[in-house]
């Protein structure tokens, strides 16, 4: 018997871009959140008028990779608070029972195992967990490449009582159906273990 699906709403970039709203590279998705932060609210608004039953912060491109070291020592944390914010409002206006899950993304660059640096992790998500943590109910740790990625999450939110949800990302140039594996190499397997090792609500 398959247990009850959960909804969660769709990619808040292509949203963005779809609706007309500032949006280039290297910013990407936190272009609209520097310079049109209601056209984020309105994206949420429109996941949540679709179904859906978690929204994601738009928090995915506010690292170092997207916005650059400077702006992001200067302006992450409350780029991060404003985009937990945001999410809640959406919530808020539209009277519904609709979870906000924490983005925290691929820190160096998505689908991009061989640039993770371990050593700098906990400095990139200490801003962004401090920013989004009033306002969500649940974090997820999203297009993981790399086990290792997987950890220093776990890490930084040692202590926290928010459940995690990781979400992997697969190679797929040549994939192995009998023995799918994350960009970095590593298995599935490993990765469902980790999860359970990491105590994760969802994987």
Not at 20 to 29: I, K, M, T, Y
Not at 92 to 103: D, F, I, L, N, P
Request: proline share 6%; glycine share 8%.
């Amino acid at each position: 018997m398959m247990n009850r699906m959960t909804l969660l709403d769709g990619g808040m970039g292509r949203e963005l871009k779809r609706m007309g709203a500032p949006f280039q590279q290297p910013e990407w998705s936190a272009l609209a959140l520097l310079e049109g932060p209601d056209f984020v609210r309105q994206a949420h608004a429109a996941f949540i008028e679709a179904g859906a039953e978690v929204i994601t912060t738009n928090s995915y491109a506010v690292v170092p990779f997207h916005i650059g070291e400077a702006r992001f020592a200067a302006r992450g944390q409350e780029l991060a608070d404003l985009a937990g914010r945001l999410a809640r409002q959406a919530v808020a206006e539209s009277g519904k029972t609709v979870r906000v899950a924490g983005s925290l993304p691929p820190l160096f660059g998505s689908y991009r195992p061989d640039l993770f640096k371990s050593a700098e992790a906990q400095a990139l998500l200490k801003p962004l967990i401090a920013g989004l943590k009033p306002h969500v109910d649940c974090w997820l740790a999203e297009t993981q490449s790399a086990l290792a990625e997987a950890r220093e999450v776990a890490i930084a939110l040692k202590g926290d009582s928010k459940p995690l949800w990781l979400s992997f990302t697969l190679h797929d140039e040549h994939p192995d159906p009998a023995n799918p594996k994350l960009r970095s190499g590593e298995s599935v397997v490993e990765a469902a273990k980790l999860a359970h090792e990491l105590g994760a609500a969802t994987l």
